[in-house]
């Protein structure tokens, strides 16, 4: 069975310092790769999607990806309040076509003003 | 324009009621999607839709019955269901030609079921 392990926190970070968020999956054969940020009582709203080993940046946010290592990071640089929320990392498998993301648990971020 | 539309916002029905709730996108995506999601706890996939045809039903109970009638539109019927299956529920949209299926959610239904 597939799996996304994520510590589910909460992290707390300081305002201004970056936050850091871990996740491993189980499969392989998982070739996409995705983050979301769920605000309480809100929908998953999409942060990042990086499907090649290495970095991707978008701003102050930075995916990491290590196939080897069935790990992928993201890095949030400048930790503002409004960054408080549960972040889902997210797994396809397909190649090619329409699949169900495997959501890991989420880890409830706390930054501390 | 990422936008994925879901009415309605919030529902609360009787275990022998029948509802349907709707969802829209205009992005022209081909994949159409279902999620359900408990209070802390992750969405959890219960259909796929794939150029209007059903092709991921992840043993659903009947009760949950989905329609996809064109491929901007995702309808998920309800009947007679129990009080478990109060929950967030989620529908999603995607085509990515570089392959990278990038799913975005619409805001979702609250569901009650009393």
């Known amino acids: 069975q597939k799996e996304v392990e994520q510590n589910s926190g909460p992290l707390s970070v300081p305002e201004g310092a970056i936050a850091s968020l871990n996740c491993t999956y189980s499969?392989?054969?998982?070739?996409?790769f995705f983050w979301y940020r769920q605000y309480s009582g809100k929908s998953p709203e999409l942060i990042m999607f990086?499907?090649?080993?290495g970095d991707k940046e978008d701003g102050r946010f930075t995916a990491q990806l290590n196939k080897a290592s069935q790990y992928v990071s993201l890095l949030i640089r400048d930790s503002q309040p409004s960054d408080s929320a549960t972040y889902l990392c997210?797994?396809?498998?397909?190649?090619?076509?329409?699949?169900?993301?495997?959501f890991g648990k989420g880890t409830h971020l706390i930054i501390q003003p | 324009d990422t936008e994925v539309t879901q009415t309605p916002k919030h529902l609360v029905m009787g275990m022998t009621n029948k509802k349907s709730l709707k969802c829209e996108q205009h992005?022209?995506?081909?994949?159409m999607y279902w999620y359900k999601q408990k209070a802390k706890k992750p969405p959890e996939l219960m259909f796929v839709?794939?150029?209007?045809?059903?092709?991921i039903n992840e043993s659903v109970p009947s009760r949950f019955s989905p329609e996809c009638p064109n491929s901007s539109l995702l309808n998920l019927h309800l009947h007679a269901l129990q009080p478990e299956d109060s929950a967030l529920y989620l529908c999603?949209?995607?085509?990515?030609?570089?392959?990278?299926?990038?799913?975005?959610f619409g805001p979702g239904t609250r569901l009650l079921v009393l």
């Open positions: 999603a949209s995607s085509q990515d030609l570089s392959g990278t299926w990038t799913q975005y």
């Open positions: 499969d392989r054969g998982s070739q996409s």
């Open positions: 990086i499907y090649s080993n």
């Open positions: 997210a797994v396809l498998d397909s190649g090619g076509g329409a699949d169900g993301l495997t």
């Open positions: 992005m022209g995506h081909r994949a």
């Open positions: 839709y794939s150029y209007e045809k059903l092709s």
